[in-house]
Every structure is written in C-alpha cells, then in structure tokens.
C-alpha cells in the first residue's frame, strides 16, 4: 500500500501562483510514476501533469502546458506542481496519483489516490 497526502492548496487570485506538494509513504518505490489530476463541482476528474519514476520525462494537458510544471525528488518521495499565471477555470480540488512504472492521463489506471487539495482561483 501507498499513501499520498496532498498539500499547498488555497485561494489565491487569477495570474497568481501556488504550489502543491504530495508525499508519499509506505510501500514507496521509485518505479512509481505520479500525476496530478483535478476534478471541478460537476465535472469529471481530468488529467493535469504526469512524470516518470525517474523524473525524466512529463507530460501535460493542454490546458495546462506553459503555466504548470511537475517534478519529483525521489530522496524525499515527494511530487511537486508549481502552478503559475492561475485562472478561475483552474478552480478544483487536486489529487495526487501513482502507478507503477509509465505516466498516463487517464485517472482509471492509477492504482493509489490522495485526498486532494483544494484550489480556488479568483477573478
């Protein structure tokens, strides 16, 4: 078993940045690849940003590409998203993923989840 707790979250106005932070406990490994998803008020869960076990390669979505940045320090089993230039549209609450070795977008194939984070983007 893996346990992700998420933090960082909060109300912060449009153009402005936070930062999320998720560290991982238990059965940690570095085969384990980490992405962050978002899920608003009555909508589905969507992909945000992925990166590999080794911290190599990432891979984001669209709506996110240029503003958000994901990394990793295996050391201290943590994943970070640095989330800059925020829009209200960014409003959700942000959970934490893993799963063993490739980083995909799609949340059904994660196999461990935090309790997310909220984050509320004013305009």
């Known amino acids: 078993q893996v346990q992700l707790v998420e933090s960082g979250g909060g109300l912060v106005q449009a153009g402005g940045s936070l930062r999320l932070s998720c560290v991982a406990s238990?059965?940690?490994?570095?085969?384990?690849?980490m992405g962050w998803f978002r899920q608003a008020p009555g909508k589905e869960r969507e992909f945000v940003a992925g990166?590999?076990?080794?911290?190599?390669?990432?891979i984001y979505a669209d709506s996110v590409k240029g503003r958000f940045t994901i990394s990793r320090n295996n050391a201290k089993n943590t994943v970070s998203l640095q989330m800059n230039s925020l829009k209200p549209e960014d409003t959700a609450v942000y959970y934490c993923?893993?799963?063993?070795?490739?980083?995909?977008?799609?949340?059904?194939?994660?196999?461990?989840w935090g309790q997310g984070t909220q984050v509320t983007v004013s305009s």
């Open positions: 993923a893993s799963r063993l070795f490739r980083v995909v977008p799609d949340s059904a194939a994660y196999d461990y």
């Open positions: 238990g059965r940690t490994s570095n085969s384990y690849a």
């Open positions: 990166v590999t076990w080794s911290g190599g390669s990432t």
